[in-house]
């Protein structure tokens, strides 16, 4: 079921004409301007895409709820006594207060804002003003004054597998027709028939642009060259088995990879001379001793959908991501760690020792956390040049190999359609 959402505000700008070179070639002042940043609120946050907001799991009773972003915009979402998921602007229609500042909570009856009271039900709807009516007939609101008239701004909402997601936009379409059927088939592959339970959690500040962590989660590429545990002890490369899937619309996307011995010994591998420290063991080899919980021998899968919601699968360690953009050159990353409620004891510990390889510190995604940092102070200044993105073609297309720059194409695909560019 979904709820009405709100008209989006007005808060656009004129674009830039984009380069020659088609998905090939991306300006580098789309990570540096404002102006671009402003855009991005408009067109694609207050636009006709879905937004991850949360997990069902989160808000499991009526009264539950948690907070969060939709771009710049802070959201409440809440579980209503009548068993459903409602989200609305966090914002009070008086005097534009948080009307929530808890970041979760359970069983309220209602959310009243600290500067005046007035209070919201859990549906987002305005229900008291406090002195509407005066005191001793003086002062309070003209009896024009109606509350129904000054509910916060709502969003649409939808599940999927029990994630939650949100959209400020009556145009964008049904929630299974905009993720497509391989997508939906790549997340009920991780998610589905079973209960996920929350086993942690992280916020990460990046030093960039919300864009940099999106194309880099999309990157096949250079997952075996920049991480130096992946090559260390052969987690993943690029010879090994696996494939790209990059759906229609270009902003979704799927890598996934299997564990393949001979393809580690590979001498065209071993040609690249990449970073490895092969000298180095672990002190607890337990940390990469999984369990096979799929039947398909896919031990990496990194699905994303447009624009900044990530579901990952490294060997047992699950995990949501949402990207949220806190200004042109900072973005919060959000990671939710799963389990599910029947793992075993032993399944469980996997878990939580799996889950140290990713994370702000993790063993394969802290390079994560810096490289966009490094790119963006290395296109300070060169707002006129562009990025070369060449690797597999020209086309935003899924792939056998994943010796290709598709996926990130497909982004840019995806990013200049909403922005109109």
């Known amino acids: 079921m979904e709820a009405s959402a709100a008209p989006p505000r007005s808060r656009d700008t004129s674009p830039k004409a984009w380069p020659a070179g088609g998905l090939t070639r991306v300006p580098y002042r789309v990570f540096q301007k404002d102006e671009t940043y402003e855009r991005e609120q408009a067109r694609i946050f207050q636009g006709p895409l879905w937004h991850y907001l949360c997990m069902e799991i989160e808000i499991p009773a009526g009264g539950d709820f948690r907070t969060t ?5 802070p959201v409440v979402v809440s579980r209503d006594y009548d068993g459903e998921i409602y989200a609305f602007e966090n914002r009070c229609a008086h005097r534009g207060a948080l009307i ?5 909570g359970k069983g309220r009856k209602d959310f009243s804002c600290v500067y005046h009271a007035w209070t919201y039900d859990t549906k987002g709807n305005l229900i008291g003003v406090a002195f509407k009516d005066g005191v001793k007939g003086k002062g309070g609101m003209p009896e024009t004054f109606r509350m129904q008239d000054h509910n916060p701004r709502k969003l649409r909402v ?3 597998n029990g994630l939650v997601f949100g959209s400020f936009s009556e145009e964008v379409p049904p929630i299974e027709e905009y993720l ?3 997508i939906l088939t790549r997340i009920d592959r991780v998610l589905g028939r079973r209960k996920p339970v929350v086993i942690g959690r992280y916020t990460q500040v990046l030093p960039n642009n919300w864009k940099l962590y999106m194309e880099n989660v999309k990157d096949s590429y250079h997952a075996s060259i920049l991480h ?5 002890f052969e987690l993943n490369r690029l010879s090994q088995k696996g494939a790209i899937i990059v759906d229609a619309s270009g902003g979704h996307h799927v890598s996934y990879s299997a564990i393949d011995r001979e393809a580690a010994k590979s001498e065209e591998y071993a040609k690249q001379q990449l970073r490895s420290e092969s000298e180095y063991k672990l002190a607890d080899p337990s940390l990469l ?6 039947d398909d021998g896919v031990t990496l899968q990194i699905l994303s959908v447009f624009p900044t919601f990530v579901l990952q699968q490294i060997q047992n360690a699950i995990a949501v991501r949402q990207i949220v953009p806190r200004a042109v050159e900072s973005t919060d990353l959000n990671w939710t760690y799963i389990g599910f409620a029947d793992d075993t004891p032993e399944q469980r510990l996997v878990r939580l020792k799996q889950a140290n390889l990713v994370g702000p510190a993790g063993y394969i995604s802290m390079e994560d956390g810096c490289v966009g940092g490094f790119v963006q102070r290395g296109i300070a200044g060169a707002e006129d040049e562009e990025a070369v993105l060449e690797m597999g073609g020209a086309l935003a297309e899924s792939s056998e190999s994943r ?4 996926s990130v194409r497909g982004f840019w695909k995806a990013y200049r359609a909403h922005m109109g560019l």
């Open 69 to 73: 972003k939709v771009g710049e915009t």
């Open 158 to 160: 939808a599940s999927v």
């Open 228 to 232: 130096l545990f992946f090559t260390t």
């Open 289 to 294: 001793q999984g369990f096979d919980e799929y």
């Open 403 to 406: 010796v290709t720059e598709a």
């Open 100 to 104: 929530c500042l808890d970041t979760h």
């Open 180 to 182: 497509g059927e391989e």
